[in-house]
């Protein structure tokens, strides 16, 4: 999984460990901490509802937050789209620091008078999200209990919500409830969307900071575990094997290659919509789909032409033979240039 498609969970991750660690080098954490005797009732710095989100009070905490952004933010983000997913992320955090605010003032005589640092309450809603969104792909048992793949996240979520008692676990309750409030129709959250001026402003300046959003690239050409390695032994047969070469492709067959120019289309690709019954008794009476089935690719007239014209020295059966077992004509002109060497 890539952050493909996720740009905001991506920016959250590397913001929330940007700020925890530049809170933590410059000794400031008594900025972020929010407790309401005497931030709240006598100093009325009522600013720090809003900035202990910004950043967590260690890295464990940090570690755990990530692990569990991008596992379940990832997804929900791509269910939702970014533009929803911001505005979702938005509307948590000022309905959770609400909840947070009213619950210390209900229960501070009881000891909870303060909450945990950092945007934890956004990793609760986002995790409600996911299990309410997100099914369960396997499922199996430890010890008896019954366990899905959805699990392991939850056990992340659970260490996060008891490291700092009691103020994690009401943030932890606090962004549950927020999820839940997102999902009802309590209130018209879902339609709520951030200002065109902050989305514009968020692609032209903050898109470049994220980086790059493109998935992984794989290679779709499969080849003998020989040829993967580089080692002496290997090289040194390497030139016997490559006459028995496979190129096994896994991407999907474009039809026609460089090699062949676009004039040639209908005459060497056929289109879909000609399988039709006589083709098929066709292909049976010339041996074709004998030779589909077994895994060998039918060379067309043109490309063996082309072939026999650019191996002037090889026999005609060699050419076809080179054609039926690549995938194209490129990786047939490969094959036959270093059977020659």
Known sequence: MSFENAAVTKGLIAFCAV???????????HYFHLQLIPHISVHHQYWRLISHNLAFSNSSDVFLASLILYNVGVPIERQFGSIKYASFATVSLFVATFLEFITILLFYRVGIDHIAMGPSTLVFAILYQYSR?????YTFKIFGVPLNNKSFNYLLALQLAVSRLPGSAVAAIAGILTGQIYRSDLAP???YRLPPTIVRFAIQFLSPLVGSLRP??????????????????????????RQNEEVITTARNSGLTGLTSRAQAPADVEPAASQSVMREWVDELTGRADRANAGLRVASETEIFTLTSMFPTLEREVVIGALQRSPNIEAAVETLLASQN
């Open 216 to 241: 992984p690239r794989r290679s779709n050409r499969a080849l003998p575990d020989g040829f993967a390695s580089g080692g002496a032994g290997v090289r040194s047969n390497s030139d016997a094997m």
């Open 133 to 137: 969104i997100v099914p369960a792909v």
């Open 19 to 29: 700020s925890s660690t530049f809170v933590g080098i410059f000794d400031i954490k």
């Open 189 to 191: 959250l879902k339609a």
